[in-house]
């Protein structure tokens, strides 16, 4: 049974810095696609940062390179996302997700690429 639940979320200002973890409990940690997204009020779920386990590759969309880190925290079974100069619009619902057994070069950046999904936890950063 693959579990995903997200935390770190919160309010920050503009300019700080916040980490968000996903605890990733698949029924195999080996070629699986992993992945942050945000979905602001009323606008679509996007892609951020992706993380493939096999390779340890990782993919990041341009509005946030640079700033935010995917990494996996084998220790603790995690996805974490560290992101740093954090502005007003990074503000949304950010979740993890997850497709196990996930045959691919890197893990997509796009949402059909995900089989699972967390609850999601909230950023709200003030300018």
């Known amino acids: 049974q693959v579990q995903l639940m997200e935390s770190g979320g919160g309010s920050v200002q503009a300019g700080g810095s916040l980490k968000l973890s996903c605890v990733v409990s698949?029924?195999?940690?080996?070629?699986?696609?992993l992945g942050w997204f945000r979905q602001a009020p009323g606008k679509e779920r996007e892609a951020i940062a992706s993380?493939?386990?096999?390779?340890?590759?990782?993919n990041y969309a341009d509005s946030v390179k640079g700033r935010f880190t995917i990494s996996q925290d084998n220790a603790k079974n995690t996805l974490d996302l560290q992101m740093n100069n954090l502005q007003a619009e990074d503000s949304a619902m950010y979740y993890c997700?997850?497709?196990?057994?996930?045959?691919?070069?890197?893990?997509?950046?796009?949402?059909?690429?995900?089989?699972?999904w967390g609850q999601g936890t909230q950023v709200t950063v003030s300018s």
């Open positions: 997700a997850a497709r196990p057994r996930c045959y691919e070069l890197a893990a997509p950046l796009k949402k059909d690429g995900y089989q699972y």
């Open positions: 698949l029924d195999t940690q080996n070629h699986a696609c």
């Open positions: 993380y493939y386990t096999h390779r340890g590759t990782t």
